[in-house]
């Protein structure tokens, strides 16, 4: 049978467009479309803008620190117009290096939707139908917002970055990495900033570590209510009135939510195709990321697996290698170090400590202390680093460092724990002194055992 394409890719994010590349650098005939923009949500709507407004949400705290070693420094308002019109270009600059990368393949791209519409065929928006030897679903995750009376009035962080104004007040809805990370570069701003969560934050990272974040949050001056449901949301002309299911009532220029994300397949005629999903929609598939129909797979968030823009870059490569580079290849999916950009800051990689002593036989080693630079500085923050140590093999199942530049560290400590050291291993490498980073391979003593 002849195909118009050996390879079509719906979804130009970063699994998609790396898939693509790869495949067309094989010499196959492939083609992609991707209906919003190139470089999906982490270049365009994610982790790159939102990586930005981390930092430029550290300059008041790093004025008041300059201040504390001598400086006279000072700092005026936030001019959230000049930095979205930086941003702005910025991700334009991005967007032109991604599709440039597309071109340069040979790869044809549709600027616009697709849909499956059986194994090999698939349906563009203008009508046009193609043919594939294979196609691959890269369309990620979009945020989820449940249903309740006012939710047309919420913001997800599909539109955060394209306000017109910063607001004085706002409300952030949710608990997990992203809504703790908006809520701190918010309160950075200078924004009043309130959190409202139907459970405990971050509850799936380590608790020793999340319970030193969140209290860290609260300190700076954020407004952490847990145990709260929103209930209605009425538009007023003094602002959003949030009305939670306790009887809480309160009134704030921007409500945002961030309580999870699905995987985007709503309306893309998988079920055409006789793919099969999960009950969230998710695109299930085997190590290979293959579907149930042989000619379809799957990469991404899309999949619901792990979660991580580097995880689905990963998996399109390990894709376009075993099916057009003749190398099979899969994904690893354990150890993968991510960081949360929080103040303080957190990085993690393995095993946390709840999961750790569940399994039995390991040792927990714990750090916590003032850095020196803050110290110096008068200021109380408190850096914690744990690793989890199994008793019978020595290796370090997980590690956890709760500091500045948490996430720079935790890319260097997931080499050695991918490539199994042990405890000993770490204790074996000298300290780089003075850093924060030397208290990784300084604990000789384990804190408690699991």
């Not at 393949?105 to 928006?125: K, S, Y």
């Not at 945020?143 to 599909?158: C, D, K, L, Q, Y």
């Not at 950009?341 to 714990?366: D, N, Q, W």
């Not at 997980?398 to 890319?411: F, K, R, T």
Request: aromatic residues 8%; contains cysteine.
């Amino acid at each position: 049978m002849s195909f118009d394409y050996d390879l079509f890719v719906i979804g130009g994010g970063s699994g998609g467009v790396r898939a693509a590349r790869i495949a067309a650098g094989y010499g196959a005939r492939v083609a992609l479309a991707e209906e919003y923009r190139m470089g999906g949500t982490c270049v365009i709507r994610g982790c790159v803008p939102k990586k930005l407004m981390v930092f430029a949400s550290s300059f008041p705290a790093a004025m008041t620190e300059a201040r504390a070693y001598g400086w006279d420094a000072q700092i005026g308002a936030f001019d959230w117009t000049a930095f979205r019109a930086k941003l702005d270009a910025e991700l334009d600059r991005l967007e032109k290096i991604y599709r440039a990368g597309q071109n340069g393949a040979g790869v044809t791209v549709f600027d616009q939707r697709a849909t499956v519409a059986g194994p090999h065929e698939i349906r563009l928006a203008d009508g046009t139908e193609v043919s594939a030897k294979h196609i691959l679903v890269a369309t990620g995750g979009r945020p989820f917002v449940p249903e309740f009376e006012g939710a047309e009035h919420v913001m997800t962080s599909n539109e955060i970055f394209k306000m017109e104004a910063l607001p004085k007040r706002i409300l952030i809805v949710g608990g997990g990495y992203i809504a703790c990370e908006f809520a701190c570069v918010f309160e950075g701003l200078g924004v009043d900033v309130t959190l409202w969560n139907r459970s405990p934050l971050l509850r799936s990272f380590d608790l020793e570590c999340r319970d030193l974040i969140v209290d860290k949050m609260a300190a700076r001056g954020i407004d952490i209510h847990t145990n709260c449901i929103v209930h209605r949301i009425e538009k007023t002309a003094a602002g959003l009135v949030v009305e939670a299911g306790d009887g809480r009532r309160e009134t704030f220029d921007a409500v945002v939510y961030a309580t999870g994300r699905v995987p985007n397949t709503e309306g893309l005629g998988l079920e055409t195709a006789g793919v099969a999903t999960a009950r969230n929609g998710a695109v299930e598939v085997d190590a290979w990321s293959q579907t149930n129909v042989p000619s379809i797979y799957a990469v991404g968030d899309v999949t619901d697996r792990v979660n991580l823009t580097p995880v689905a870059i990963r998996e399109g490569h390990a894709f376009a290698d075993t099916v057009f580079g003749a190398t099979p290849r899969q994904m690893e999916h354990d150890l993968i170090a991510s960081a949360v950009f929080t103040r303080p800051e957190f990085g993690t990689c393995g095993m946390t400590e709840e999961e750790a002593c569940k399994r039995g036989g390991v040792e927990i080693y714990v750090s916590t202390f003032r850095p020196m630079r803050s110290a110096f500085a008068g200021a109380d923050d408190r850096v914690l680093m744990k690793l989890i140590v199994c008793t019978e093999t020595r290796r370090v199942l997980g590690c956890h460092i709760v500091a500045p530049e948490a996430g720079e560290m935790i890319q260097l400590a997931a080499i050695a724990m991918k490539m199994g050291a042990t405890k000993e291993q770490f204790d074996a490498t000298c300290a780089v002194h003075p850093t924060m980073a030397e208290e990784l391979v300084t604990m000789r003593n384990p804190t408690r055992h699991g």
